[in-house]
């Protein structure tokens, strides 16, 4: 599988994004995709998750104010982000692969940088 994200940007407090994940490849084998983020200095944490049957799981951070959606037969997947703040400002990863909705799966994108100015 291969993961392509695009859609972030520089944005100010408050404002919104989306994100979107294309993959190829054996994508009907994937049963969890999932949005990462890195900022610098800190570890990877994970952002938002959903499964086939769309079942979700947020962040305490992500709750209320990011989506996550998933076109299964598309192979793509987003995340709506808004109400954004300076401490959402990370590179933010695609994910899929896993089991899990709390845990990441082995396919990573290369990431895309989202920036939110005070």
């Known amino acids: 599988v291969h993961l392509v994200e695009s859609g972030g940007g520089l944005v100010q407090s408050g404002g919104s994004l989306r994100l979107s994940c294309a993959a190829s490849?054996?994508?009907?084998?994937?049963?969890?995709m999932g949005w990462y983020r890195q900022a610098p200095g800190r570890q990877r944490e994970l952002v938002a998750a959903?499964?086939?049957?769309?079942?979700?799981n947020y962040a305490d951070s992500a709750k209320g104010r990011f989506t996550i959606s998933r076109h299964v037969t598309e192979k793509t997947m987003t995340l709506e982000m808004s109400n954004l703040k300076p401490e959402d400002t990370a590179r933010y990863y695609c994910?899929?692969?896993?089991?899990?909705?709390?845990?990441?799966?082995?396919?990573w994108g290369q990431g895309t940088q989202v920036t939110v100015s005070a």
């Open positions: 490849g054996k994508i009907t084998e994937i049963y969890v």
């Open positions: 994910n899929a692969g896993s089991a899990a909705l709390m845990v990441p799966g082995p396919t």
């Open positions: 959903i499964s086939t049957d769309l079942r979700t």
